[in-house]
């Protein structure tokens, strides 16, 4: 099975410190929200951001967004054999189920995902489709690679390990009971804190440039997919 996380993800609020800026004012007054419980936007807070720390790694929900729509509804997801976690840069874990039906709209997206962080999960009534988990990284890691007597752990990041799709293709196992766990990276700039990358086994590199995000999970699943023949099984059970 293949499990996704998106790492570092720049996915939040807008934080308490930069609230009261004008623009920021004037943006949550158009969609009739507090400051507070809109989704921290490079696209409209740019300017504002350049006052937190680490700005420039902040504020692009639209790459969680891509990425889940490269994910979800796939024929690997909809086979039972992907899982798919957000990590935050806060160090919380978001679980998605492989069920849920995501907006197409990116704005219907947002308001989903701010209902999120406001009332811990999605639906609120229910068996959730998105909530918060009380793990953090090296649990959820640890947790996902139980089941199977042998674990795959890899990370995309530039200047790992130069990697071709048929070398990533052979990499990774037929066998469907192994666990895999592939990390990508969710933000738009920076690199991976230290004590991340320690908790992935192989670091690679899937191009000479740096990817989006998006692609990265795009080629990740197809190229796994084939490994273990998903779309032939699905044909062979009709």
Known sequence: MLHMILLECALELVPSEISSLKQIQKHAARRGKKP???????????????RLENGQQRGRPDIVFLSLMSLLETPLCKSGNLTVHLHLMDGRIIEINPEVRLPRNYD??????????IKGQVPVEGPP???FIRKNLPELISELKKGGSTSLSMLAIENGQNTTIDSLQSKFPTDISVPVVFG????????????????FESH??????VMMAWHVCAEI??????RIGVIQSRYSSV
């Open 36 to 50: 507070t419980e809109i989704l921290l936007d490079q696209s409209y807070h740019g300017r504002e951001m350049t």
């Open 108 to 117: 219907r997206f947002v308001g989903l995902i701010e209902q999120l962080f």
């Open 204 to 209: 690679l590199e899937l191009d000479t440039e």
């Open 129 to 131: 489709l998105l909530h």
């Open 184 to 199: 990508v990276g969710a933000f738009p700039h920076g690199d991976f804190p230290e004590d991340l990358k320690k908790l």
């Open 221 to 226: 699943l197809c190229t796994y997919s084939s």
